[in-house]
């Protein structure tokens, strides 16, 4: 069965500094992957997804994941972090039933302070 | 386009009571899904819908039961509220099953008390 772990659930970082925020996935078959966001008080917005094409993926806002089989990891990253990074981030990856079911990770709350 | 809208926003129950949270999408979405928000344990599924007229489990369906309306609209039922059922509630939906992207209402956070 797929599993998504991230590693840290809080990550404060300075403006201006590099954001890293680490997903590890477990599937038997490659699987797809998505990091989303959530904002305070609001819903889940897509960031970016890992669909097999290519493996280094971009995505919305100036964030970017790299997908690396051979450590099973899609970790999310921005070299310049902005006051307004300040959310929840979340990691999933499909079931590959035919449902479309995600499997999420814990999520990591991401600080950036001034 | 509103996307995914559910309703309502809030709302507190007693012990015991029912209620209903409903969830409609207006991009012609073949799935819809229903999840739960804990404080970290990230996004759980309830329940969700391949397409329209079929329903089934997620990963914790106990105490909840769900009606796919039509195309549109995909209906959450606590039939006994307990307390364990606080939570924030998101509906979700995508193209087709195997398109996996899926789109997020803004969610409704129930406090049973």
């Known amino acids: 069965a797929q599993s998504v772990t991230q590693l840290g659930s809080h990550v404060s970082v300075s403006e201006g500094a590099l954001v890293l925020l680490r997903c590890n996935y477990s599937s038997s078959v490659p699987p797809y992957l998505f990091w989303y966001v959530q904002y305070p008080n609001q819903g889940l917005q897509l960031l970016l997804k890992?669909?097999?094409?290519?493996?280094l993926v971009k995505g919305i806002n100036g964030f970017e994941a790299e997908f690396k089989k051979s450590e099973t990891s899609f970790h999310l990253t921005k070299p310049s972090a902005h006051m307004s990074d300040a959310a929840e981030y979340f990691c999933?990856?499909?079931?590959?039933?035919?449902?479309?079911?995600?499997?999420f990770g814990q999520g990591t709350t991401l600080q950036v302070k001034p | 386009n509103a996307g995914v809208t559910q309703t309502p926003k809030f709302q507190v129950l007693k012990t015991g009571q029912s209620m209903t949270l409903q969830c409609a999408q207006d991009?012609?979405?073949?799935?819809m899904y229903w999840y739960r928000q804990d404080p970290g344990m990230g996004l759980r599924l309830i329940y969700y819908s391949a397409s329209e007229g079929t329903t089934d489990k997620g990963e914790v369906p106990n105490g909840y039961n769900v009606s796919r309306l039509n195309k549109r609209e995909f209906s959450l039922r606590l039939e006994s509220a307990a307390p364990s059922q606080t939570s924030v509630y998101f509906c979700?939906?995508?193209?087709?099953?195997?398109?996996?992207?899926?789109?997020f209402g803004p969610g409704t956070r129930l406090t049973v008390t």
């Open positions: 991009m012609n979405h073949n799935s």
């Open positions: 999933a990856v499909s079931d590959l039933s035919n449902t479309g079911k995600l499997i």
């Open positions: 979700a939906s995508s193209v087709r099953a195997l398109s996996y992207e899926q789109y």
């Open positions: 890992y669909t097999s094409a290519a493996t």
